[in-house]
Each structure stands twice: as C-alpha cells, then as structure tokens.
C-alpha cells in the first residue's frame, strides 16, 4: 500500500466534505498527530481506521484508493 498516495486522498476528501483534521480525529478517537501521520503518508492505514474514516466521511472506502497509474 502506498501510505502517502492514501493519505493524499483521505485529506483531500476530509477537506471536500468540510472536515478540520481536528472535528475528524475527534470522530475518529485519535489524536491530530495520529491522523496527520496518515495523512502524511508517515503511518500505516490499517483496514479498521480505513474503514471509520469511510464511514464517517459517508464514502465508499474504495474512493480512497489512489487512482492506478496508466
């Protein structure tokens, strides 16, 4: 997996459905550092973090897959 491509989309997505890093780790019941480091690219997205963030975001996980380069 490639942290950093996924962390890319989770903070584009954040930020499209109008989410501070705060209001969203607050949901998520994680620190800001601990989802900046995802969204950095710096720590490991585990399927159970993956799938709260979908959750809460109202998207289907997969939407959050980087795009397959060509």
């Not at 584009?12 to 690219?41: D, M, N, P, W």
Request: hydrophobic residues 35%.
């Amino acid at each position: 997996m490639e942290t950093d491509q996924w962390g890319r989309r989770i903070k584009a997505f954040r930020k499209l459905k109008g989410f501070t890093q705060e209001r969203l780790a607050y949901q998520l019941g994680i620190s800001v550092s601990v989802l900046g480091e995802v969204e950095r690219g710096n720590r490991p997205l585990s399927d159970e973090l993956l799938k709260d963030i979908s959750e809460i975001l109202r998207i289907q996980a997969d939407e959050l897959r980087p795009l397959e380069k060509k």
